[in-house]
């Protein structure tokens, strides 16, 4: 059974850092492209940044640009948000999510449980 | 980016009764659009790909049709376990959500 399971969110002040993991199992984690979505009550679902399967490649929007990391390490089937400079704005639900079929266009299936980032002073 | 807008933003439904959700993108998208259902404090999950396909273990109830630009998602006979958010997502070019149907126990 496909699981992910994440960890790592929390209270942070403006300015601050925190890594949020994902736990993967049920499945050849080093096959799939991987993704960090992010939900708020006001901007609703957003991915966030996406990594390719060899964990090679990243991509992400640019509200975060520069300031998040995405990386995958397919030898401990876990993938990886750092995220510095956290502004307020970033405070959201993330969940961590898997491309549903190997290469795009790919919807996204499964999604981890979610953990809660809040970026307050 | 295309934005996907849907509608209504919440119907308020019976149990029994069957409802229409709709998407529209900004621009065509294919077939490649997808619908989640999510309830308080889970995580989405995925209920239609390719417009059209249920996932696995979706019951029969639940149906997607459309192409292009107009999407629609069809319960039939709706569960008390139906009531949730529905979200529409487009994977033509990346990835964009609409902003979510609300479905509500009248």
């Known amino acids: 059974q496909v699981h992910l399971v994440e960890s790592g969110g929390g209270v942070v002040q403006p300015g601050r850092s925190l890594r949020l993991s994902c736990a993967a199992s049920?499945?050849?984690?080093?096959?799939?492209?991987m993704l960090w979505v992010r939900q708020t009550p006001g901007k609703g679902l957003e991915w966030v940044a996406v990594?390719?399967?060899?964990?090679?490649?990243?991509y992400y929007i640019d509200s975060v640009k520069g300031r998040f990391t995405i990386s995958k390490d397919n030898s401990k089937n876990t993938l990886s948000l750092q995220m510095n400079s956290l502004r307020p704005e970033d405070t959201a639900v993330y969940y961590c999510?898997?491309?549903?079929?190997?290469?795009?266009?790919?919807?996204?299936?499964?999604w981890g449980q979610g953990t809660l980032v809040t970026v307050s002073s | 980016e295309i934005v996907m807008t849907q509608s209504p933003a919440t119907l308020s439904v019976s149990p029994g009764e069957r409802v229409t959700l709709s998407c529209r993108a900004s621009?065509?998208?294919?077939?490649?659009l997808a619908w989640y259902q999510q309830k308080p404090g889970q995580a989405p999950r995925l209920l239609i790909y390719?417009?059209?396909t249920r996932a696995t273990v979706i019951p029969a109830r639940f149906s997607g049709s459309g192409s292009g630009t107009d999407f629609t998602l069809t319960i039939s006979n709706l569960q008390s376990e139906d009531f949730a958010l529905y979200y529409c997502?487009?994977?033509?070019?990346?990835?964009?959500f609409g902003q979510g149907t609300k479905v509500e126990i009248k």
């Open positions: 999510a898997r491309a549903a079929v190997v290469g795009p266009p790919y919807w996204f299936d499964p």
């Open positions: 049920g499945f050849t984690f080093s096959a799939y492209d």
């Open positions: 990594i390719s399967s060899d964990g090679n490649s990243g």
């Open positions: 621009q065509s998208v294919g077939s490649n």
């Open positions: 390719g417009a059209s």
């Open positions: 997502h487009q994977y033509n070019t990346w990835s964009t």
